[in-house]
């Protein structure tokens, strides 16, 4: 666990410009005294110990646990991070089994999928210093799993995900406020809200993945499509250490 030996922020007397922080940033310093990660502390598979870690992450009672930084990259090379809610950690099949999240597919994020799927994710769960970072190729939900999860949702998430137009500039809130109660009058209480066709799931197949608690450990996937027989054999992984 981190020391509780945290620098307090700048005196908001000098927190008014450039030299807000120099020196606070300069003083900030964690003293992390858990012990390093070790191979034999690692669960075989992957998804095990990221189970494992969520878990840890949750009876830590750490906020929104599963919320992780997403980068892709767009179709002129740029890259661009942003955060998303992890909604589950399964798949058709053991070979298929990835990270999913959802989102508005007509967001840049969206746009940049369809140039490039291969993405990053990261989590970094601060209170007990660790990351997980994931790398893969990315596809886009079946509608029946987006249909499902939608249908789950409270119906103010519902009623937001039609209202919202990510990555669009508009000219004011108010904007946003006419369209929320054209849409209260359309799907009034207790009648179901459809799934919008512009809103949907990704799933992150991962090729690595990190564990990093002082010292990385990684996951990498033997081959990308391996076979039943190295499935049923548990060698699908193979482990490195990483400085
Ligand atoms: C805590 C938190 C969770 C978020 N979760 C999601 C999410 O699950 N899906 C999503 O599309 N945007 C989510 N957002 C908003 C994104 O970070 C981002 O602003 C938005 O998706 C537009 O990104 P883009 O323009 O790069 O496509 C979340 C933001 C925050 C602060």
Redesign the pocket.
Known sequence: MPGDTQTPLADPAVADGSTISCMALQDLRENYQQPPLRRADLAADPFDQFAAWFADAQAAGLH?PN?MTLATVSSNGRP?A????LKGIDGADARHRGFV????YT????ADLAAHPHVALNFHWSPLARTVRISGPSEKTSFQETDAYFQSRPRGSQLGAWCSH??RTIDNRGVLEDRQRELEARHPEGTPVPTPGFWGGYRVTPEAIEFCSCFPLVFFLREKVPSYEQYALGETWAIDIWI
């Open positions: 929104e919320a661009a942003r955060t998303v809610l999240f959802y989102t508005n967001s840049d994020k969206a990510q990555s």
